[in-house]
Each structure stands twice: as C-alpha cells, then as structure tokens.
C-alpha cells in the first residue's frame, strides 16, 4: 500500500509569484484536504477535494485554489504570493468526507522571500 | 466556532516514565471526533489515537491512552513506558462529523530525557 506522497519538499519562491503544490493519495482514497502550517503552530485546514469537486473551505482567501484528478491526485495552486505564505503545506487523503481518518503526507515546505 | 487548546507548549519526561498531554477544546456540538496526532521532526503527521464522543470508554492503543472527559471538554493524552521514539510535536485535534476539516491545536513539544 503506497502512503501520501508530496512534490517537492522545498520550494523557494519570491512575493508575486506563483506556485503549484502536488500531492498524491493513498491507494484507495478518493478524498484530499490540504492544510497550511505556520511555524510554531497546528495546521490549519485550506480545502477539500472529494472526487475532483471542491467538498469545503477554510478561511483563505480565493488565491489559493485547488484541483483533484481523476486518479485521486491533488494540487494545491497559491497566486500573487505573500511573505506570510511561508509554511509546511500538508495535505491528507482519506475514505469519503465522514469522518474516516486523514492519513497525512510528510509536507512541502515553502518558503517565500 | 470550535476551538482547541493545548495549554503546555513543552514537556519532558524521562524515559520509561509516564506523562500526561493536556488538551481542552470548545463545541456547542453533542457529536464530534477528537484525535492525537505526533509530528515528529521528519514532518509528516501520524494519527497517534482517535476517540468518537458518544463512546464512553477511553480509547487505547498499546502505550497510548485518553482521558476523555465530555462534560469538562476535556481530552489528555497518556504515554506510558516513554521512549526516546516518542519524543515529537503533539497536536490534539477536533473533527464535527458536519464538516471536513480538522481543528489543530497549537501542539507540545515533547523531549524525552535518556
């Protein structure tokens, strides 16, 4: 059984760019959530992904955006990056959007200068 | 809004004793999730424990146990016979079966003194 997997682990990008994010699932699992983790703090919840439709939102605003494709991969796009974009981005596959357990990928760490 | 708060930022405890994580948490809901996850300095998030609130008997899993307490809001996490394996960030976390995000704690940091 192949775990959550992430592309790249590090990424260093200047304010205003751009950035793309890639996370692929755990066999099996057709449901992706992505969290962003400030240093010194819990992740916190971005959005979810269930069957290539986007299933709930955190407080981020629209420059953050997301798409899942048909085989249940992920990527998580970030626009006109700011300073305080800087953190590990986590994403987490599951079973359905119930409450089945999120099994967690080791995280992109971002930082931006 | 649900919140959840880890009052201990750092811990230590010795190895091969016990120690107790503290985790309070707030919710106007009667049905919710709660779980422990350790991120050790690898990164990556390992659910360590997970406790459904309409169970009354405390999860366990093997040195790993809750004190869940609904009334107080209340959810510590026990770690019995410490090793060094254990020594990681901690996060305590809230899922209401209504949504599909889980709300983090801060998290403690545990050492494990040799």
């Known amino acids: 059984e192949t775990g959550v997997t992430q592309s790249p682990t590090h990424l260093i990008k200047t304010r205003g760019q751009q950035v793309t994010l890639r996370c692929s699932s755990q066999?099996?699992?057709?449901?992706v959530s992505w969290y962003q983790q400030a240093l010194g703090q819990g992740p916190q919840f971005i959005f979810q992904?269930?069957?290539?439709?986007?299933?709930g939102r955190g407080n981020f605003p629209p420059r953050f955006s997301g798409l899942q494709f048909p085989n249940y991969s992920s990527e998580l796009n970030v626009n006109a990056l700011e300073l305080d974009d800087s953190a590990l981005y986590l994403c987490?596959?599951?079973?359905?959007?119930?409450?089945?357990?999120?099994?967690f990928g080791p995280g992109t760490r971002l930082t931006v200068l | 809004a649900q919140t959840v708060t880890q009052s201990q930022p750092e811990m230590s405890v010795q190895e091969a004793e016990t120690v107790t994580l503290s985790c309070t948490y707030d919710?106007?809901?009667?049905?919710?999730?709660l779980f422990w996850y350790k991120q050790p300095p690898s990164r990556q998030m390992i659910l360590v424990i997970r406790?459904?609130?309409?169970?009354?008997q405390n999860a366990t899993e093997n040195r790993f146990s809750v004190n869940f307490q609904k009334a107080a809001k209340s959810f510590s996490l026990k770690i019995s016979d410490s090793q060094l394996g254990d020594a990681a960030m901690y996060f305590c976390a809230y899922r209401s079966p209504r949504d599909d995000k889980i709300i983090f704690g801060k998290g403690t940091r545990l050492h494990i003194l040799p």
């Open positions: 987490a596959s599951s079973w359905g959007t119930s409450v089945d357990t999120q099994y």
């Open positions: 066999s099996g699992h057709n449901t």
């Open positions: 992904y269930y069957r290539e439709e986007e299933n």
């Open positions: 919710t106007s809901e009667s049905d919710y999730y």
């Open positions: 406790q459904e609130a309409y169970k009354q």
